[in-house]
């Protein structure tokens, strides 16, 4: 969310835009302008409410920067604490969205979360964008949604190519970053199809690898 990632902005005076929601937000952290928004067709997002509900999940929605459930369970606090956000809790979702969301997240376990994404995919055969973010959490947003998409949509706002861009990722939902960038990085922690279209693995999260590359970067380079 722009909101969860504007705060962090401003903590280190970062003006730069910042790509949220899978790719669907591109936003400059100061001015709080949207630059970019491609939120979900309705009736798709509508149709994967009625299933995923049907089936017992409980959604995250979210719709103009703002987190809207149709009851606060502890999965959900878990995640708004987490993030530092208000929750809104409106009843039957289905009854409740009448305009486009910007994405949709199903929270559980993982083992069910990779069942639901085969059937979700098979289901909407590319009607929606289905991908995990972190392991507990499965993401619906518009087909021309993706990180690579938000990170080519910001190229052309600044004025950077491809050929000189480094991106580094971790979760299935990073995979089409990677292959926009010239050159792809996966932390050792990563999911197995970010590694395998990486053209880099550097050391996982618990050893910042992350760092360790830009300081090594920053080293090469005087």
């Given at each position: 969310m722009f909101q969860s990632v504007r705060r962090y902005a401003l903590e280190a005076g970062l003006d730069d835009?910042?790509?949220?929601?899978?790719?669907?937000?591109?936003?400059?952290?100061?001015?709080?302008k949207w630059l970019r928004h491609v939120p979900m067709p309705l009736e798709p997002a509508r149709e994967?409410?009625?299933m995923l509900s049907a089936r017992g999940f409980r959604l995250n929605c979210y719709v103009r920067?703002?987190?809207?459930?149709?009851?606060?369970?502890?999965?959900?606090?878990?995640?708004?604490?987490?993030?530092q956000l208000e929750i809104h809790e409106v009843g039957d979702l289905?009854?409740?969205?009448h305009e486009p969301p910007t994405k949709l997240v199903a929270i559980d376990d993982p083992e069910v979360l990779d069942e639901l994404e085969v059937r979700m995919k098979a289901h909407f055969d590319g009607r929606l964008y289905i991908s995990k973010s972190l392991p507990y959490f499965l993401e619906f947003a518009n087909p021309g949604v993706?990180?690579?998409?938000?990170?080519?949509?910001?190229?052309?706002?600044i004025g950077f190519s491809r050929e000189r861009?480094?991106?580094c990722g971790d979760g299935e939902n990073d995979v089409e970053l990677l292959e926009w960038a010239g050159f792809g990085v996966a932390v050792e922690n990563a999911h197995e199809r970010v590694k395998?279209?990486?053209?880099?693995?550097?050391p996982s999260v618990d050893e910042e690898g992350v760092a360790q590359l830009i300081e090594a970067f920053l080293d090469s380079h005087g």
């Amino acid at each position: 969310m722009f909101q969860s990632v504007r705060r962090y902005a401003l903590e280190a005076g970062l003006d730069d835009p910042v790509v949220c929601y899978q790719g669907a937000v591109v936003a400059e952290p100061v001015s709080g302008k949207w630059l970019r928004h491609v939120p979900m067709p309705l009736e798709p997002a509508r149709e994967a409410i009625r299933m995923l509900s049907a089936r017992g999940f409980r959604l995250n929605c979210y719709v103009r920067d703002e987190l809207y459930v149709e009851k606060v369970t502890p999965e959900a606090r878990r995640y708004a604490d987490f993030q530092q956000l208000e929750i809104h809790e409106v009843g039957d979702l289905l009854a409740w969205l009448h305009e486009p969301p910007t994405k949709l997240v199903a929270i559980d376990d993982p083992e069910v979360l990779d069942e639901l994404e085969v059937r979700m995919k098979a289901h909407f055969d590319g009607r929606l964008y289905i991908s995990k973010s972190l392991p507990y959490f499965l993401e619906f947003a518009n087909p021309g949604v993706t990180k690579g998409t938000g990170l080519d949509f910001l190229a052309g706002q600044i004025g950077f190519s491809r050929e000189r861009t480094v991106a580094c990722g971790d979760g299935e939902n990073d995979v089409e970053l990677l292959e926009w960038a010239g050159f792809g990085v996966a932390v050792e922690n990563a999911h197995e199809r970010v590694k395998a279209v990486a053209s880099f693995v550097c050391p996982s999260v618990d050893e910042e690898g992350v760092a360790q590359l830009i300081e090594a970067f920053l080293d090469s380079h005087g």
